[in-house]
């Protein structure tokens, strides 16, 4: 089993940043790619950014240029920058990882971003 801890999350104005992390703990042995989804109010969950553990990224059209995902493989913990936050970014962001060698997916919790004047 994996947990997954996500933090960083809070209110920001418009043109802000906020910098999320999620750690990884437990049986951590062979973790894969790590992302964030969000979902705003009255949507469907979204891909944010992932990133697999060779650093290959990708990254959803609307944060391209403002967003930034890394991960401390050492720490098992992803990071996601976000800059020049608008408020069409308001929203519970959801980090998530593989781990392949047991065919597992898992879920934080996760954190609130709101974004508001």
């Known amino acids: 089993q994996v947990q997954l801890v996500e933090s960083g999350g809070g209110v920001v104005q418009p043109g802000g940043s906020l910098r999320l992390s999620c750690s990884a703990s437990g049986i951590t042995f062979g973790i894969n790619a790590m992302g964030w989804l969000r979902q705003a109010p009255g949507k469907e969950r979204e891909l944010v950014a992932g990133?697999?553990?060779?650093?290959?990224?990708n990254y959803a059209e609307s944060v391209k240029g403002r967003f930034t995902v890394s991960r401390d493989n050492a720490k098992n913990t992803v990071y996601l920058q976000m800059n020049s936050l608008k408020p069409e970014d308001t929203a519970v962001y959801y980090c998530?990882?593989?781990?392949?060698?047991?065919?597992?997916?898992?879920w934080g919790k996760g954190t609130l971003v709101t974004v508001s004047s």
């Open positions: 998530n990882a593989d781990q392949p060698v047991y065919g597992m997916i898992y």
């Open positions: 990133i697999t553990a060779s650093g290959i990224t």
